[in-house]
């Protein structure tokens, strides 16, 4: 299966914006639901965002709607996550996330079975 690989977190200040990468370093992601998640310290992994196999179809969680963007580009294979108004809440670390199996926007963790390692995002006050 495919690998995946984030990029694009860092340290940025509140109100800053940045712009996350996952990218399939072998096969494709052109046939999948993707979704970005987020663990912070001491937390359980929450769900950000999810995007249809097609682009089509978007879903977020409540608490980065409006401020983040989900999106693909097939031709790339590689999904993103722009990230504006960045607050201090959102400090985590972030996971793009393959399922295989399913169709549609799932904010369900458990229905995704490829995981990339994760990207750091530091916001401060």
């Known amino acids: 299966q495919e690998q995946l690989v984030e990029s694009g977190g860092g340290l940025v200040q509140a109100g800053g914006s940045l712009r996350l990468s996952c990218a399939a370093s072998e096969g494709t992601l052109s046939s999948y639901t993707m979704g970005w998640f987020r663990q912070a310290p001491g937390k359980e992994r929450a769900f950000v965002a999810a995007?249809?196999?097609?682009?089509?179809?978007?879903l977020y969680a409540d608490s980065v709607k409006g401020r983040f963007a989900i999106s693909r580009d097939n031709a790339k294979n590689t999904v993103y996550l722009q990230m504006n108004s960045l607050k201090p809440e959102d400090t985590a670390l972030y996971y793009c996330a393959a399922a295989h199996f399913m169709r549609g926007v799932i904010r369900n963790q458990y229905d995704y079975n490829n995981w990339g390692q994760g990207t750091q995002v530091t916001v401060s006050s």
């Open positions: 995007i249809s196999w097609s682009g089509a179809n978007t």
